[in-house]
């Protein structure tokens, strides 16, 4: 699994050591004992020679266990003992002892268990309040370990780096490289938000400069904190024009007369850090190492499937017999494949992506001419391997639902595959096809292994939960800016204030930031929470539970707050498509929850609304006297046109699934903005022709038609899932990002998929 790294490191030369405490000896150093010994064991002292009684006297394999313990032990101490000297030779130099530590820590756990199973047992009350102490100490020492970094002031305090992205971002600063001295740790996370480049940094194994490999610093930007080595930021500073250096940005007074001996001009202050310019410098021409696309690959996907495999072994070794029988490796297959679904709601939330393929427009949406891998596919690959596997095992014949909508669905698949004779882009059309394939297996997969209703709802529950909890944050602050520790490609960073933010605009001119929750645009949040709150409301129905009364609530105050008219729309569709089938509810006790969720609902939308009343005014009556208000309907038109005038030159085969807005690109009397038309019936005639287009129709004709045939039979779980996809119908009919965006066509098909395999009569229309 490590041989990415190994081939890399088969060439590396050993660099000057760099100083580092854990390599100390423990018994002269005290610094060293208080950072790489104390925090990394605490109680968990007290256990070593009860440890050592369990291994000596116990199994063989507790037995290994206590042997490695020992080394992790001895080696975690650094150069205490000429142990690692003797293992690693002359690179022990390079390594860090804190590791080992940490793991020995880790395998004294189980001794700890099996000691204070043994003390409970042994003595009783006094043995239960031996444990709760040892467990409240262990707690407090964890707690004192994480914060001895600020306890010790060993980081310079936080420093605002917005000023100085901005400064780098600036287009004339851009060719030049620049240095930090004195940010700490803070220094890695500048280098990560700009492009500039400096010629340190924090992973010193990589680093090829013949003067960085021999000054024996861990970074430049630390000098000041290694009095033997602080002289070796010298160079740089004397001669920057080597490295194309031409910034200096300063969080120490100890620099100051170094920058100024070497000939360094002060020129500002961003914040409380200083800036240094030698204004002589020219650019510096970075050549990137070549990758290699076989290892980059490997480095990401075998580490997750040896995990999956060891997973699966465990579940094997753990029901006492290797000869495993078929039926057992299918149990643990289904346990595994209903585990993943976790997995697979939590990324359908974060829409983490990776472009494999860039778009050759540079002023276009990367989203919109991009060959994008989204976390959430990979998820969805994974459990549908995992399903596989299990059904063949099974040898049960596959279901496929009701006729229309397979037949619906394969034809739109068709479609977009003799798109790409025509498209545009042929290879974002291929692209796109083959993700609808692997949406195809998702939905024969929630046909015949459906979850059951409770497992849909706190999953749909779980996530409406988090996306509202982000949406109130996100209301109080204003800010998406809060959300950067998810690492999120979207919504970034985001403000009312800002000009490419989404916001709802009143009469006056005043603006509020519309809700993104986790996802990319306002309008997504809001037809997700559509889908979400299907699954919430039947809860609610069906055990009567004010938890499920509240998730509701808390859903229709974030569906408010995405002031998206498409999902209000969807929103009522649903309720008018209630309305009309409410016959087919039999339970009375349905009629008094019915009656509180809707009183409940129209009560969390009425006080929403009436907070920011002339916001959701605007919103709702479309003022056009209202910049924001004016554009968005004028924009909306404007690409309406735009389709018709392609579906009109190309009407049989399209421009390709997913080359729409390319097509704008390529026009030269297309000065607008470059998006998709909103909505989708449209959409997909433009891109994929004819075909397409009837196949949508079937697709939606037949949910609808379901959705009614089956109205006296059906279940609540499967009568309030169709009103789910019926709003979500309905927002297609205002918006297109079911069509546009994987993760989103993703739960849509989960959302079919579930509900189709939660009914019966599979093979009707």
Request: with cysteine; hydrophobic share 50%.
């Amino acid at each position: 699994m490590l041989w990415p790294f190994l081939q890399w490191s088969h060439d590396q030369a050993l660099q000057t050591p760099i100083d580092h405490p854990s390599r100390h000896n423990f018994l002269t150093d005290p610094l060293a004992l208080w950072f790489f010994f104390w925090p990394m064991y605490g109680p968990l002292l007290v256990i070593i020679p009860l440890a050592v009684w369990w291994g000596l006297r116990r199994s063989r394999r507790r037995g290994s266990l206590l042997g490695l313990f020992l080394i992790l032990f001895v080696l975690g101490l650094g150069g205490t003992t000429p142990l690692p000297r003797w293992l690693f030779g002359v690179g022990w130099e390079w390594l860090t002892y804190d590791r080992f530590s940490f793991w020995a820590a880790i395998t004294l756990l189980p001794f700890a268990g099996a000691t204070f199973v043994w003390v409970k047992a042994r003595f009783g009350k006094w043995g239960r309040w031996a444990s709760t102490l040892f467990f409240i100490a262990s707690m407090g020492w964890a707690g004192f370990a994480g914060f001895l970094s600020i306890i010790s002031n060993s980081q310079p305090k936080a420093i605002d780096l917005t000023p100085i992205v901005r400064f780098l971002d600036e287009p004339a600063q851009r060719p030049y490289r620049y240095l930090t001295l004195g940010f700490g740790d803070q220094f890695a996370k500048l280098a990560a938000v700009t492009d500039n480049g400096s010629v340190d940094g924090d992973y010193h194994t990589a680093r090829e400069l013949p003067e960085m490999r021999a000054s024996g610093l861990g970074s430049l930007d630390s000098a000041i904190w290694n009095s033997e080595r602080a002289l070796a930021v010298l160079p740089f500073l004397a001669h920057p024009e080597r490295y194309g250096v031409r910034w200096v940005f300063v969080n120490h007074e100890f620099y100051l007369p170094m920058l100024i001996s070497s000939g360094w001009r002060f020129r500002r202050y961003l914040g409380n850090v200083t800036v240094w310019e030698r204004p002589a410098v020219a650019p510096f021409s970075v050549i990137p190492p070549l990758e290699n696309p076989l290892a980059a690959f490997w480095w990401g996907f075998a580490p997750l499937t040896f995990l999956t495999l060891c997973v699966v072994l465990f579940g094997l070794q753990s029901s006492h017999a290797w000869a495993v029988s078929r039926e057992k490796i299918i149990q643990i297959l289904a346990c595994l494949r209903r585990r993943a679904w976790l997995v697979v709601m939590l990324l359908l939330s974060l829409w983490w992506v990776h472009v494999l393929r860039s778009g050759p427009f540079p002023d276009l949406y990367f989203a919109y001419q991009s060959i994008l891998l989204f976390a959430s596919d990979v998820a969805v690959a994974f459990i549908l391997i995992i399903w596989l596997a299990e059904r063949g095992l099974r040898r049960e014949p596959l279901r496929f639902g009701p006729k229309g909508l397979g037949y619906s669905g394969l034809a739109l698949i068709a479609a977009c595959a003799l798109s790409s004779i025509t498209s545009l882009d042929r290879g974002l059309t291929l692209a796109f096809t083959v993700q609808l394939l692997l949406l195809g297996g998702l939905y024969c997969l929630c046909v015949n292994d459906p979850p059951a209703p409770t497992e849909i709802s706190r999953l749909f529950g779980g996530a409406l939960l988090v996306q509202a909890g982000v949406v109130l944050l996100e209301a109080v602050s204003q800010s998406t800016h809060w959300l950067y520790f998810l690492h999120l490609p979207w919504p970034g960073s985001l403000t009312a204030t800002t000009s490419a933010a989404s916001v709802a605009q009143n009469a006056e001119g005043a603006r509020w930031l519309r809700a993104y929750g986790t996802l990319p645009h306002p309008n997504i949040l809001g037809g997700v929470l559509l889908l979400y709150l299907g699954a919430a409301v039947e809860r609610f129905l069906e055990t009567g539970r004010k938890f499920w009364m509240a998730v509701v609530a808390l859903g229709v105050v974030s569906l408010a707050l995405t002031f998206s008219r498409a999902a209000w729309l969807g929103a009522g569709a649903m309720l008018l498509g209630g309305i009309i089938l409410r016959s087919s509810i039999q339970n009375p006790s349905f009629s008094v929850r019915v009656r509180l969720g809707l009183l409940v609902s129209l009560a969390s939308a009425f006080f929403t609304a009436l907070l920011l009343l002339p916001f959701f005014v605007a919103r709702a009556t479309g003022n056009a006297a209202i910049p924001t208000e004016q554009r968005s309907a004028d924009e909306r038109m404007l690409f309406v046109r735009a389709s018709l005038e392609v579906i009109q030159a190309q009407p049989w085969l399209g421009v390709g699934a997913g080359a729409f807005v390319e097509s704008l690109a390529r026009r030269s009397d297309w000065h607008n903005r470059l998006e998709p038309v909103h909505n989708i019936f449209l959409l997909v005639t433009t891109e994929t022709g004819v075909g397409g287009a009837l196949a949508v129709l079937g697709l939606g004709g037949a949910i609808l038609w379901r959705l009614w045939h089956r109205r006296r039979v059906a279940s609540l779980s499967e009568l309030i899932g169709g009103l789910a996809l019926l709003g979500a119908l309905t927002v297609g009919l205002f918006d297109h990002f079911w069509w546009t965006l994987p993760p989103a066509r993703t739960l849509f098909v989960i959302a079919l998929g579930w509900w189709v395999g939660g009914g019966e009569d599979l093979t009707g229309l």
